[in-house]
């Protein structure tokens, strides 16, 4: 009680039948019916409760699923070739052609990859 206001069950509206004949279908509330304090938790509105798979197994299907993915990234990483062919080099790394001493050099012969 809290100064006299009835306060019903906490029970959240999702748990309540949808197919019954509510005066609010989408809130599922009757007229007059009183408000749980803790309206803002318990309304329809209100982060859904997964009831539908227990936190162990949905922990299970979790791992089930990034255990799957790197396993399937390992299966391409062995079967992708490597880089077909070696980066081109050019004699001197086109030191003029691309504006002088100052500017980046492309590749040159014996340089490291």
């Given at each position: 009680?809290?100064?006299?206001?009835?306060?019903?069950?906490?029970?959240?509206?999702?748990?309540?039948?949808?197919?019954?004949?509510?005066?609010?279908?989408?809130?599922?509330?009757?007229?007059?019916?009183?408000?749980?304090?803790?309206?803002?938790?318990?309304a329809?509105?209100?982060?859904?409760?997964?009831?539908?798979?227990?936190?162990?197994?949905?922990?299970?299907?979790?791992?089930?699923?990034?255990?799957?993915?790197?396993?399937?990234?390992?299966?391409?990483?062995?079967?992708?070739?490597?880089?077909?062919?070696?980066?081109?080099?050019f004699?001197?790394?086109?030191?003029?052609?691309?504006?002088?001493?100052?500017?980046?050099?492309?590749?040159?012969?014996?340089?490291?990859?």
């Amino acid at each position: 009680m809290n100064g006299g206001y009835v306060n019903p069950p906490a029970i959240k509206r999702q748990h309540r039948d949808p197919h019954a004949d509510w005066w609010d279908k989408q809130e599922r509330r009757n007229f007059g019916e009183p408000v749980h304090e803790d309206n803002d938790r318990l309304a329809m509105f209100s982060p859904y409760e997964y009831t539908h798979a227990p936190p162990g197994r949905a922990a299970l299907h979790l791992g089930v699923f990034v255990a799957s993915v790197f396993a399937l990234a390992g299966a391409i990483g062995l079967v992708y070739p490597d880089r077909p062919s070696a980066p081109r080099e050019f004699p001197g790394g086109l030191e003029e052609e691309l504006g002088g001493p100052l500017t980046v050099r492309a590749r040159k012969a014996g340089d490291e990859y």
